[in-house]
C-alpha cells in the first residue's frame, strides 16, 4: 500500500530513443494536463542538455520528488557510461537502463514510489551490451515481481484489449490457445480489473480465432473444442466470460459497450482496433505484478529521438492510469 502523495518513478528507457523527451515534454505539461507527481531514474546531464530551460533537480530519494516536482523535473541520477548519440542504440549503455528498471521496481516494492512507468527499449542493445535474459519489458518485470506469468493489457479511452498470445508467429498461434492458457489469462485479467480499476464484477468478452468464429465447426473446431469449454470453466466460478464472439464484430460502436475488456486470440486481432479507435493515447499495461507497471504503447521511435516531434499524449495516459491503478490498490487493500 502506497500513500496518495507517492510520486510515480518512471524508467530511462533506451537513452538513443524518445523516452527522455517524453518525460520532459510530460514535466513540462504538468499543469496544463493535470499530472501526477513523477520522478524519473536517468541522466541528469542528458535530461538538462534536452530539456532547455527546464531545471532538472537530482533527488537521492523518492521521497524528495513531491518537494521538487514544481520546480523542476526531478531526477534520480544513473549517469550513462558512453556518450549517447539520438537516434541509435548504444550497447555500453545497456547496463544503465537496466538498473534503471531495477531501481524503480526495488523503490515501488518498498512503498517509496507509486508505480512504475517504463519508457520504451531496445531489447538488441540489451543483449548484446548487458547479455539481457529476457524476451522483452514484461518477462523482465514479471521476475523482477517473483511472478511466473503475467498478462499484457491494451488500453485506450473507451476499449481494453488483451492478446493471449503476444509476440509470435501467426502460424505458431493456434499451439498457444488452450484452455488452461485462457482460463489461466483470464483469471488474472478478472483479479487485476476488480483491484486496480475498481470493477466489482468484470465482463470478459472472448474473441473466437477463426472467422466468424468457426461458423458452428464449418471453418475450425477451435471454439468448440476449446474456447467454448474454457468459457464455460470461467462462467463455473463465477467469472463473467462470454463468447466465443467473431473477432469482426465485436468492436464496433454498439458491441463495446457490452464489456469490460476483450481478450483475444492473437496479436493483431487485439491491436489493430484499439490502435485504429485511438492511436495516440494506447496505454500498455502489465497485470498480475505485484506492483503497478504502464508505459507508452509505442517503441523508440529513433526516427523521431531529438527531432522534437515526440508525441507524448501515449506517455502521459501511462502517467495517468498508473496513478488511478495505484490509487484503486491502494483503496481496496
Known amino acids: 500500500m502506497t500513500a496518495p502523495d507517492t510520486p510515480l518513478a518512471v524508467t530511462m528507457g533506451d537513452p538513443g530513443g524518445i523516452g527522455g523527451e517524453l518525460t520532459i515534454m510530460a514535466w513540462k505539461r504538468r499543469q496544463e494536463d493535470t499530472l501526477p507527481p513523477f520522478y524519473t531514474l536517468d541522466d541528469p546531464a542528458r535530461l538538462a542538455a534536452m530539456g532547455g530551460d527546464m531545471p532538472v533537480i537530482e533527488i537521492d530519494d523518492p521521497a524528495q520528488a513531491i518537494a521538487a516536482f514544481d520546480a523542476g523535473l526531478p531526477v534520480l541520477p544513473l549517469p550513462l557510461a558512453a556518450a549517447q548519440p539520438p537516434g541509435e542504440p548504444v550497447a555500453a549503455n545497456a547496463g544503465t537502463v537496466i538498473a534503471s528498471i531495477e531501481r524503480a521496481v526495488e523503490h515501488v516494492r518498498a512503498g517509496k514510489a507509486a508505480g512504475v512507468v517504463t ?4 531489447k538488441r542493445a540489451l543483449y548484446e551490451g548487458a547479455g539481457f535474459a529476457y524476451p522483452g519489458h514484461t518477462e523482465f518485470l514479471a521476475a523482477l515481481g517473483g511472478v511466473d506469468r503475467s498478462v499484457m493489457m491494451l488500453a485506450a479511452p473507451g476499449l481494453r484489449v488483451v492478446p493471449l498470445t503476444v509476440h509470435v508467429a501467426l502460424r505458431d498461434v493456434i499451439a498457444g490457445i488452450t484452455q488452461s492458457s485462457i482460463t489461466h489469462t483470464a483469471r488474472i485479467l478478472n483479479d487485476a480489473l476488480r483491484r486496480d480499476f475498481a470493477l466489482p464484477s468484470p465482463r470478459i468478452a472472448i474473441a473466437g480465432l477463426n472467422p466468424h468464429a468457426g461458423e458452428g465447426g464449418s471453418m475450425g473446431r477451435e471454439e468448440i473444442e476449446i474456447i467454448a469449454p474454457a468459457i464455460d470453466t470461467l462462467r463455473g466460478e463465477g467469472i463473467d466470460a462470454s463468447g466465443p464472439w467473431p473477432g469482426d464484430t465485436m468492436f ?5 459497450p457490452g464489456y469490460d475488456v476483450a481478450l483475444c486470440m492473437y496479436h493483431d486481432q487485439a491491436l489493430i482496433p484499439l490502435k485504429t479507435l485511438d492511436f495516440h493515447r494506447g496505454v500498455n499495461i502489465t497485470l498480475g ?3 503497478v507497471r504502464t508505459s507508452p504503447d509505442h517503441g523508440t521511435a529513433y526516427d523521431r529521438a531529438g527531432k522534437g516531434t515526440a508525441d507524448p499524449r501515449s506517455f502521459i495516459e501511462a502517467l495517468r492510469t498508473a496513478r488511478a ?6 483503496a481496496a487493500s
Open 119 to 122: 519508457n520504451p527499449i531496445n
Open 252 to 256: 464496433h460502436d454498439d458491441a463495446r
Open 289 to 291: 505484478l505485484p506492483f
Open 325 to 330: 491503478m495505484a490509487d484503486a490498490r491502494s
